[in-house]
């Protein structure tokens, strides 16, 4: 019988979706979020890990107040696309006081809880983005 594999362990090996892990080309630089295997700048395939800085800016928001069905119980909350300091671009829920988010607003990302798995009640944890004060 083989052996089956646990869902969370084969998501916790994903670095990019806990610890903010990209690559960057080896050739000329270019940063990439999630990790790419080959430089769409320059075509190279020399890619190494490399782990984006944790803080950044709100360039855009909204206020969500329709949920998609499973998170109606969360409204509202809040998305942005938030720009890393290396020029990523990442979507993410922001958490904190929806009063003092604006185009420009530092953050910083941080590990939370997003939802819970039905009956079973497994927990799925990721990153969200903390205003900061």
């Not at 019988?1 to 960057?24: D, E, H, I, N, T």
């Not at 509202?76 to 696309?81: A, D, H, N, T």
């Not at 990523?88 to 988010?101: A, M, R, W």
């Amino acid at each position: 019988m083989p052996q089956r594999k646990s869902v969370p362990l084969a998501w916790r090996r994903f670095q990019a979706r806990y610890r903010l892990v990209g690559s960057k080309c080896k050739n000329c630089g270019k940063i990439y979020f999630p990790p790419k295997v080959f430089c769409k700048e320059c075509g190279s395939k020399e890619m190494e890990e490399y782990k984006l800085n944790e803080e950044g800016k709100v360039l855009t928001y909204t206020i969500i107040h329709a949920a998609p069905s499973g998170f109606e119980h969360r409204v509202p909350y809040c998305v942005g696309i938030i720009e890393l300091k290396e020029g990523v671009k990442i979507t993410g829920e922001i958490v904190g006081d929806f009063s003092k988010i604006k185009i420009g607003t530092k953050v910083k990302a941080v590990f939370r809880k997003i939802f819970e798995d039905g009956k079973s009640g497994i927990i799925h944890y990721g990153l969200k983005w903390k205003i900061v004060e």
